[in-house]
């Protein structure tokens, strides 16, 4: 079995052994990947060379490729198992023994889109997305696959965190919050979402803490204030007015802000529209999009 890691660190085992060839050639990780997320048809060898060079002349691009293809079948255990090689295409066997890890995204994303709250297929999609895909390549056809992939999971993690809070599970909502701003850092809905948890659960020093990192983010990235709803959270918490759906902690767990109230900034006024495109309540986010264009199958796209 070939268990293939695209998202985040590249990582390829055979049979349980790691393939060390891969790791120092990020071209040969693209070009396996490729070919495993396009097993459902032969693909031509001129498509290939053009995606992976498309500066050279076709001919530079043809002789790279054949080099490359070289490498693939010295580095790839068993290689005959895995591709079929003619002189106009290239095919990765769609029955060969693999595991991939985009594909088993994908397959949760599809399962979504009939049951969208299922807390177990969110849970299982988020855990399984431990990064972008291939980060450190910037071809067309990875950068396209890599924005459907993370718009459909950030999405998704925002359905699971809503789902939780709707359930009290304060504290796994909490820790996938943090993850959504992780993915994320400019969201300032996930500042809003991580604000509102750890006010849920008493954390109100933690809750300020979480809106100070949102001031000072947004102002040395973008160089706005918060939305006016995350402005008025902030009031609420300094005022220390409970929250709808606020759970009571045991008195031995109610925080007190350590945080100097005068360096709250909450007056700073927004554009209307601004505002309304931010301030969208948590309860209105249920839907989990539609799946990225499925890698398998998208020859003619690339085209």
Same mark, same amino acid.
């Given at each position: 079995?070939?268990?293939?890691?695209?998202?985040?660190?590249?990582? !390829?085992?055979?049979?349980?052994?790691?393939?060390?060839?891969?790791?120092?050639?990020?071209?040969?990780?693209?070009?396996?990947? &490729?070919?495993?997320?396009?097993? %459902?048809?032969?693909?031509?060898?001129?498509?290939?060379?053009?995606?992976?060079?498309?500066?050279?002349?076709?001919?530079?691009?043809?002789?790279?490729?054949?080099?490359?293809?070289?490498?693939?079948?010295?580095?790839?255990?068993?290689?005959?198992?895995?591709?079929?090689?003619?002189?106009?295409?290239?095919?990765?066997?769609? %029955?060969?023994?693999?595991?991939?890890?985009?594909? %088993?995204?994908?397959?949760?994303?599809?399962?979504?889109? %009939?049951?969208?709250?299922?807390?177990?297929? /969110?849970?299982?999609?988020?855990?399984? &997305?431990?990064?972008?895909?291939?980060?450190?390549? &910037?071809?067309?056809?990875?950068?396209?696959?890599?924005?459907?992939?993370?718009?459909?999971?950030?999405?998704?993690?925002?359905? /699971?965190?809503?789902?939780?809070?709707?359930?009290?599970?304060?504290?796994?909502?909490?820790?996938?919050?943090?993850? /959504?701003?992780? !993915?994320?850092?400019?969201?300032?809905?996930?500042? !809003?979402?991580?604000?509102?948890?750890?006010?849920?659960?008493?954390?109100?020093?933690?809750?300020?803490?979480?809106?100070?990192?949102?001031?000072?983010? !947004?102002?040395?990235?973008?160089?706005?204030?918060?939305?006016?709803?995350?402005?008025?959270?902030?009031?609420?918490?300094?005022?220390?007015?409970?929250?709808?759906?606020?759970?009571?902690?045991?008195?031995?767990?109610?925080?007190?802000?350590?945080?100097?109230?005068?360096?709250?900034?909450?007056?700073?006024?927004?554009?209307?529209?601004?505002?309304?495109?931010?301030?969208?309540?948590?309860?209105?986010?249920?839907?989990?999009?539609?799946?990225?264009?499925?890698?398998?199958?998208?020859?003619?796209?690339?085209?």
């Amino acid at each position: 079995m070939l268990e293939i890691r695209l998202l985040g660190n590249f990582n !390829l085992t055979y049979n349980g052994e790691a393939v060390a060839a891969f790791h120092d050639s990020p071209r040969l990780q693209t070009l396996l990947a &490729y070919l495993a997320l396009h097993a %459902d048809a032969p693909q031509p060898r001129r498509q290939i060379a053009y995606l992976f060079w498309p500066e050279s002349t076709e001919t530079q691009a043809r002789t790279n490729l054949r080099k490359l293809l070289l490498q693939l079948r010295r580095a790839l255990p068993t290689a005959e198992e895995f591709l079929t090689i003619t002189q106009q295409t290239i095919q990765w066997q769609p %029955d060969a023994p693999l595991w991939i890890d985009v594909a %088993d995204v994908q397959a949760l994303l599809n399962q979504l889109q %009939d049951d969208p709250e299922n807390l177990t297929l /969110l849970t299982r999609l988020t855990d399984l &997305y431990s990064g972008e895909l291939l980060p450190n390549c &910037y071809d067309e056809w990875v950068l396209t696959l890599r924005r459907h992939l993370h718009e459909a999971v950030t999405q998704a993690l925002g359905q /699971l965190i809503t789902v939780l809070e709707d359930r009290r599970a304060y504290d796994e909502g909490i820790r996938y919050a943090q993850r /959504l701003l992780h !993915l994320d850092p400019l969201a300032e809905e996930s500042y !809003l979402r991580l604000i509102r948890l750890r006010a849920f659960t008493g954390d109100r020093t933690g809750a300020l803490r979480t809106y100070h990192d949102c001031v000072a983010t !947004l102002r040395a990235e973008l160089d706005v204030e918060p939305t006016a709803a995350i402005q008025e959270l902030a009031k609420q918490l300094q005022a220390g007015v409970p929250l709808q759906g606020m759970a009571t902690p045991p008195k031995n767990q109610i925080a007190t802000s350590n945080l100097p109230t005068s360096d709250i900034d909450t007056s700073t006024p927004r554009s209307k529209t601004e505002t309304a495109a931010a301030e969208t309540s948590h309860s209105e986010i249920r839907g989990v999009p539609t799946p990225p264009t499925p890698c398998i199958g998208r020859a003619e796209e690339l085209e």
